[in-house]
T-cell receptor
Framework: NAGVTQTPKFRVLKTGQSMTLLCAQDMNHEYMYWYRQDPGMGLRLIHYSVGEGTTAKGEVPDGYNVSRLKKQNFLLGLESAAPSQTSVYFC??????????????FGEGSRLTVL | AQKVTQVQTEISVVEKEDVTLDCVYETRDTTYYLFWYKQPPSGELVFLIRRNSFDEQNEISGRYSWNFQKSTSSFNFTITASQVVDSAVYFCALLASVGGYNKLIFGAGTRLAVHP
């Protein structure tokens, strides 16, 4: 009964380093999302995917790349980490049979610190 | 514009008080969905409720109740007889159609502190 799983849960990077966050869901959901959460700003959408092999930009995509090679996985990459990317990252997935019906299921979050 | 505004940034109450968290939204869509999520100190996001735009009936679940009013574009959340375990950040969100796909737009959150 895993739901949405994010790895790693915590990571500290130096400026300029690269890393990848992995999101895996076992609910056969079509839609997957990456959000970042910063104090006082709620959650902001970075990138999303409406199906295997597709990705699209969200509200704050700069500095991030994503890939959805398999339906169950959605990867978020930072090619050259910056201190402004220090945040908590949440992955989510949803099943949307028709427009507007999908509840999002969230992972537990990944806390990233860039020094 | 598709937007969610949570009126209160922080609320502090004493246990057993009733508390209301206000949420105001903006959308061009005629069909839309509104959500409330709870984020306890442990950090995970817990789904509380989903309401579609055609259903304005108020909903009650135990000590939780929600008041949806399309006329004022509000979807307010009330906790009756608050408890310390209710301390969390609560997010209101709008499922919006942006660029042909649906995405969840969050408010900035209301931090609720319930003191014994």
């Amino acid at each position: 009964n895993a739901g949405v799983t994010q790895t790693p849960k915590f990571r500290v990077l130096k400026t300029g380093q690269s890393m990848t966050l992995l999101c895996a869901q076992d609910m056969n959901h079509e839609y997957m999302y990456w959000y970042r959460q910063d104090p006082g700003m709620g959650l902001r959408l970075i990138h999303y995917s409406v199906g295997e092999g597709t990705t699209a930009k969200g509200e704050v995509p700069d500095g991030y790349n994503v890939s959805r090679l398999k339906k169950q996985n959605f990867l978020l990459g930072l090619e050259s980490a910056a201190p402004s990317q220090t945040s908590v990252y949440f992955c989510a997935s949803s099943y949307q049979a028709e427009r507007g019906s999908g509840e999002l299921f969230f992972g537990e979050g990944s806390r990233l610190t860039v020094l | 514009a598709q937007k969610v505004t949570q009126v209160q940034t922080e609320i502090s109450v004493v246990e057993k008080e009733d508390v209301t968290l206000d949420c105001v939204y903006e959308t061009r869509d005629t069909t839309y969905y509104l959500f409330w999520y709870k984020q306890p100190p442990s950090g995970e996001l817990v789904f509380l409720i989903r309401r579609n735009s055609f259903d304005e009936q108020n909903e009650i679940s135990g000590r939780y109740s929600w008041n949806f009013q399309k006329s004022t574009s509000s979807f307010n959340f009330t906790i009756t007889a608050s408890q310390v375990v209710d301390s969390a950040v609560y997010f209101c969100a709008l499922l919006a159609s942006v660029g042909g796909y649906n995405k969840l737009i969050f408010g900035a959150g209301t931090r609720l502190a319930v003191h014994p």
